[in-house]
């Protein structure tokens, strides 16, 4: 049984940096990424990762943060600096399962990020 587990969330000041941490089990993963849910909002693609590590990320968060994986351990990371008070929302963990048969998405149960002063 695939299990994603997110780490890393919590308070931090505008202008600070958070490292997110996702560990995924329970399966053979291709691309993972990192989504996003402000209050009221629309979940958003944030950045994702291929298991070559080819990267894609919303403008929003260009340059500002990096998504990185470690294939042995099945983890994916999201480096957070600058950050903003827009950038708070509870973030998911999200990775593409390969079994016999088609890909198939599963989604962590998130992390909530708060930018606040």
């Known amino acids: 049984q695939v299990q994603l587990v997110e780490s890393g969330g919590g308070l931090v000041q505008p202008g600070g940096s958070l490292r997110l941490s996702c560990a995924a089990s329970g399966g053979v993963f291709t691309s993972m990424g990192w989504y996003r849910q402000a209050p009221g909002k629309q979940r958003e693609l944030v950045a994702v990762?291929?298991?070559?590590?080819?990267?894609n990320y919303a403008d929003s968060v260009k340059g500002r943060f990096t998504i990185s994986r470690d294939n042995a351990k099945n983890t994916v990371y999201l480096q957070m600096n600058s950050v903003k008070p827009e950038d708070t929302a509870v973030y998911y963990c999200y990775a593409n399962e390969v079994r016999p048969g088609g890909v198939y998405g599963n989604w962590g149960k998130g992390t909530l990020v708060t930018v606040s002063s």
């Open positions: 990762i291929t298991r070559s590590s080819r990267t």
